[in-house]
């Protein structure tokens, strides 16, 4: 049997784990948890009754959150222009000697912009940024010849979600000092974003489960046929 911390076991108790609540509700919950001694990232979970094996039913894009993340986010860009990068925001800028440092272990960044010239010298890390979910992508905005557009959508709380292959995605939609209200405006934007990326041939039911957790924090179970209409 897992060992749990007193906090999380205590989280627990206030959970009913039969019961699927209103948003409302669950970030009720979820502000009543013990909290640790930072300032917990609040992650949406969602568990799809698609078919990840079929790659028309492969679900992914990205969302802006209205409210931010409340991270701060680190962004490198690959570009031979690096002074128009580092003008535009990004934290770390260049090409050759970036790729250079990434390929010695260098990772201090969230967050990887490419031009699409630049696109062709990248590729060389792709198994190093792949597996990290690092790798820049045109569907993920992150490749692009507007480089100052990118950068500001990233760090003003644009974030990707991707389903894994066990049909599952986790979004990070705030921080536990966010307000009640924020956090579900956050939760209701990336749940149509999700909802609209249905693929138009699935049949059957799309969201099997929907939950929100905080880092430290049980899972609170949130009842998904109260957007019933989103996915109609």
Same mark, same amino acid.
């Given at each position: 049997?897992?060992? *749990?911390?007193?906090?999380?076991?205590?989280?627990? /108790?206030? +959970?009913?784990?039969? @019961?699927?609540?209103?948003?409302? &509700?669950?970030?009720?919950?979820?502000?009543?948890?013990?909290?640790? @001694?930072?300032? !917990?990232? +609040?992650?949406?979970?969602?568990?799809? %009754?698609?078919?990840?094996?079929?790659?028309?039913?492969?679900?992914?894009?990205? =969302?802006?959150?209205?409210? %931010?993340?409340?991270?701060?986010?680190?962004?490198? =860009?690959?570009? &031979?222009? !690096? @002074?128009?990068?580092?003008?535009?925001?990004?934290?770390?800028?260049?090409?050759?000697?970036?790729?250079?440092?990434?390929?010695?272990?260098?990772? &201090?960044?969230?967050?990887?912009?490419?031009?699409?010239?630049?696109?062709? /010298?990248?590729? $060389?890390?792709?198994?190093?940024?792949?597996?990290?979910?690092?790798?820049?992508?045109? #569907?993920? %905005?992150?490749?692009?010849?507007?480089?100052?557009?990118?950068?500001? /959508?990233?760090?003003?709380?644009? $974030?990707?979600? #991707?389903?894994?292959?066990?049909?599952?995605?986790? =979004?990070? +939609?705030? @921080?536990?000092?966010? !307000?009640?209200?924020?956090i579900k405006e956050n939760i209701e934007t990336?749940?149509q974003k999700v909802v609209k990326a249905k693929?138009?041939?699935?049949? %059957?039911? *799309?969201?099997?489960?929907?939950? +929100?957790?905080?880092?430290?924090?049980?899972?609170?179970?949130?009842?998904?046929?109260? *957007?019933?209409?989103?996915?109609?």
């Amino acid at each position: 049997m897992p060992k *749990y911390s007193k906090r999380f076991t205590t989280a627990s /108790e206030k +959970v009913d784990v039969l @019961k699927r609540y209103s948003l409302d &509700e669950a970030i009720s919950i979820l502000q009543d948890f013990p909290q640790a @001694k930072f300032d !917990e990232t +609040v992650e949406l979970s969602f568990r799809l %009754g698609v078919d990840p094996r079929q790659s028309d039913q492969m679900i992914r894009g990205t =969302v802006s959150l209205p409210n %931010g993340s409340g991270k701060k986010v680190t962004v490198a =860009v690959f570009t &031979e222009d !690096e @002074k128009a990068a580092l003008d535009a925001g990004a934290d770390y800028a260049g090409l050759k000697e970036l790729i250079a440092k990434v390929q010695g272990g260098w990772m &201090e960044f969230d967050v990887a912009v490419a031009t699409p010239a630049a696109m062709k /010298e990248v590729r $060389v890390i792709a198994r190093i940024l792949g597996p990290r979910g690092l790798m820049p992508n045109p #569907k993920s %905005g992150t490749v692009t010849d507007d480089i100052a557009k990118a950068i500001n /959508e990233v760090k003003s709380g644009r $974030v990707e979600y #991707k389903m894994d292959k066990t049909a599952n995605i986790g =979004v990070p +939609v705030g @921080k536990r000092s966010f !307000e009640a209200d924020k956090i579900k405006e956050n939760i209701e934007t990336v749940i149509q974003k999700v909802v609209k990326a249905k693929p138009t041939s699935f049949r %059957g039911r *799309y969201l099997v489960n929907v939950s +929100v957790s905080s880092t430290m924090s049980p899972g609170v179970a949130v009842d998904p046929s109260q *957007y019933i209409d989103i996915e109609s």
